[in-house]
């Protein structure tokens, strides 16, 4: 078994290996993330709207997601374990960038950071690797930065700022980030990007043509209900299972079909014949 480092994330670009991410949250899907082969595990910020019912990803604190990355990283074996700056852990300060990062990776033994954006950001991130922590950097509808951007929108439509993306990936390439999520760019965009920068690119609503791809677990699962992103391929449908199962065993407890005995612990029937004579005798 290799384990995959931020350096066979590189190899993977250069022997033309597509990328396998997965953003998941938990000791169980994490596990399974990993048994099945998946690349790297991303502890998203995704966890505020996902698993913690926040309206987006604003509101995640950094103790919440060092909690879910501790979990996370129990599980995984050999995958890649990334933490996801959350917002406001790494905008006001160099400080704050070195510091919070380094708790995902001593109090969430996460092996990687992500952090959104670029302009502003280049100190921050900098100042992450140079205290030896790798990062992932995140271009396109960056959701941190959805009132800047005036809600959840394609990024990169029109020539202009198809181009500032690209020179953003450009500086966050020069910067040193190991490897570069692309959200909700045009295909082109996209495959452009990947083909001017050596770092590798992981899409999720950015086309076939980047080096790796990613989506949330419960999205592929099925798991969010029935309206989805166009970028979102569901794999299976277990919101269905999970809503038979539930109705299953309502109805069950409601007609006393469950438990039966076959689920039950049984006390051998000389201990039963004692304690009911002894009942008996002190009535
Ligand atoms: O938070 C997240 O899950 C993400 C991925 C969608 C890239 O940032």
């Not at 066979?8 to 396998?20: A, F, L, N, S, T």
């Not at 993330?33 to 990803?57: H, Q, R």
């Not at 952090?115 to 790798?134: H, L, T, W």
Request: proline content about 4%; charged content about 30%.
């Amino acid at each position: 078994m290799e384990k995959i480092t931020t350096t066979v994330i590189h190899e993977m670009k250069d022997r033309g290996e597509r990328v396998v991410m997965v953003a998941a949250y938990d000791y169980p899907t994490a596990r399974m993330v990993d048994e099945a082969g998946g690349d790297a595990v991303l502890v998203g910020d995704s966890l505020a709207n996902v698993i913690l019912g926040y309206k987006d990803t604003l509101a995640v604190s950094m103790d919440e997601m060092i909690h879910h990355t501790k979990a996370v990283a129990r599980a995984v074996k050999r995958a890649l374990v990334v933490g996801d700056m959350p917002f406001m852990s790494y905008q006001a300060s160099a400080e704050d960038a070195i510091r919070n990062a380094g708790r995902f990776i001593k109090e969430g033994h996460a092996e990687a950071v992500k952090v959104e954006g670029c302009r502003g950001m280049i100190k921050k991130i900098r100042a992450i690797i140079q205290s030896g922590i790798p990062v992932m950097g995140h271009l396109g509808l960056t959701p941190q930065w959805v009132h800047q951007f005036g809600g959840f929108k394609v990024r990169g439509k029109t020539k202009s700022t198809a181009h500032a993306i690209l020179e953003d990936a450009r500086r966050l390439e020069h910067a040193g980030v190991f490897s570069l999520v692309l959200e909700c760019i045009p295909w082109q965009l996209a495959k452009l990007i990947t083909e001017k920068i050596e770092v590798p690119t992981i899409g999720i609503g950015a086309g076939p043509y980047c080096d790796g791809q990613v989506l949330v677990i419960h999205d592929l699962l099925g798991l969010t209900g029935p309206r989805v992103p166009k970028f979102v391929k569901r794999y299976t449908k277990l919101d269905d299972a999970v809503m038979k199962a539930l109705s299953d065993f309502r109805r069950e407890v409601k007609t006393g079909k469950f438990p039966k005995l076959e689920h039950s612990y049984e006390m051998p029937r000389e201990e039963v014949r004692k304690l009911l004579s002894e009942f008996k005798r002190k009535r």
